[in-house]
């Protein structure tokens, strides 16, 4: 293995072999959440009236994403039903081909009717892309997003992305429900 390789490698394995070692605490997560929320709501108003219509929302505060080559993400969220949280999840994804680098972001779901939420809440292992379509949100300063053109049953928000990775994606991405007991 090339040594220039070695550390990108070992923070993937360490990624995928030892998810315990980086679980944050239910106290944690929650008030994370509730903090990337706000703070998407405090960027885009828009956010803040489609999170008002939402049956559910699933907000993962930190989604970790790198490869080379062979690639993949993992991160922890919980779901809202209103203020409350309901479940807890984890979200990865595998990928080969062309990539390179490793990033950090904030990912929010927002199931827009009570079907979608049931769909995903029953699902054993969803998959974003195949389980259910997902409208991806890009926003940036000065955009205004029109919350009535909006007509999917799933809406996504990526943003906080801090580092460099090409692709801004949900496909192929799968949901589990994990237990923070």
């Given at each position: 293995m090339n040594i220039k390789f070695l550390p990108l490698s070992l923070f993937i394995y360490?990624?995928?072999?030892?998810?315990?070692?980086?679980?944050?605490?239910k106290l944690e997560l929650d008030t994370k959440a509730q903090a990337v929320l706000q703070n998407l709501y405090s960027e885009?108003?828009?956010?803040?009236?489609?999170?008002?219509?939402?049956?559910?929302?699933?907000?993962?505060?930190?989604?970790i994403k790198a490869g080379i080559g062979i690639g993949?993400?993992?991160?922890?969220?919980?779901?809202l039903k209103g203020n409350t949280t309901s479940q807890y999840y984890r979200v990865t994804s595998l990928s080969i081909?062309?990539?390179?680098?490793?990033?950090?972001?904030?990912?929010v779901i927002m199931f827009m009717t009570q079907e979608s939420l049931r769909q995903f809440v029953q699902g054993d292992g969803w998959e974003a892309g195949v389980d259910g379509s997902i409208a991806v949100i890009e926003f940036g300063v000065g955009r205004e997003i029109d919350t009535n053109s909006i007509r999917n049953e799933i809406i996504a928000f990526i943003f906080d992305n801090k580092?460099?990775?090409?692709?801004?994606?949900?496909?192929?991405?799968?949901?589990w429900k994990i237990d923070k007991s």
């Open positions: 360490c990624l995928f072999l030892t998810p315990t070692g980086h679980a944050a605490s885009q108003s828009a956010a803040r009236q489609l999170g008002a219509k939402a049956a559910g929302i699933l907000v993962f505060p930190r989604v993949g993400e993992i991160g922890e969220g919980v779901l081909g062309f990539q390179l680098g490793g990033q950090a972001k904030s990912e580092g460099l990775m090409y692709n801004l994606s949900l496909e192929g991405s799968k949901f």
